[in-house]
């Protein structure tokens, strides 16, 4: 399926329900990076999209108005975030990106290089040196649909299992974009790098 990028209808979904255990259980989403919050680094990345969901036990304050819901029960992981944040949305996109919020180098050139990848298939993500793909990705909204498990399926399903069936494209992450803030040494490395 040929992704026109042009026909609009891009939002965004911004998953920041993890359990942060490495970082003694702390709302990551609030944590602060280079003055900003991880939430405002990861709203940065989808200054391009039409809304933005967060997906999240608590809310944090932000400066563009987003919609922030939780999965129920909370904490069931990346497919049960992403389609919840799915379900939450205003308007059907024809796209959607979603973003770990804890990655915060992912920018909106980042997920214009994903949009862009994303032609001629069912969606793209990131991929870091390792070759591991990241959570930061586009999807064509209605193949998305296409490979969605019932709601009790959802919960606690690896993500890669979800996607297994889409023809997805692989980008290369540049710089800093595939690093995730798992730790607070993580943290620390990352600032000390600057942007």
Do not use: N
């Amino acid at each position: 399926m040929d992704l026109d990028l042009t026909a609009g209808g891009f939002s965004g979904v911004v998953l920041a329900g993890g359990t942060a255990a490495r970082m003694g259980g702390i709302d990551k989403a609030s944590v602060e990076l280079d003055g900003r919050t991880l939430l405002a680094h990861a709203l940065d990345a989808f200054i391009d999209a039409d809304e933005v969901v967060v997906v999240a036990p608590t809310s944090v304050p932000t400066d563009r108005p987003v919609t922030t819901v939780c999965e129920d029960p909370p904490r069931g992981g990346p497919v049960a975030g992403l389609l919840t944040g799915v379900d939450a949305l205003l308007r059907r996109p024809r796209m959607v990106g979603v973003l770990a919020v804890d990655m915060p180098r992912v920018g909106a050139a980042t997920m214009r290089r994903l949009r862009e990848a994303a032609r001629g298939h069912d969606g793209a993500f990131l991929v870091g040196a390792d070759g591991r793909r990241q959570l930061a990705g586009v999807l064509d909204a209605a193949r998305l649909d296409d490979v969605r498990p019932e709601l009790e399926g959802q919960h606690s399903m690896a993500l890669h299992r979800l996607l297994a069936p889409l023809r997805l494209a692989e980008v290369p992450a540049i710089g800093d974009e595939a690093v995730d803030i798992d730790s607070w040494t993580d943290l620390r490395d990352l600032g000390g790098r600057g942007d």
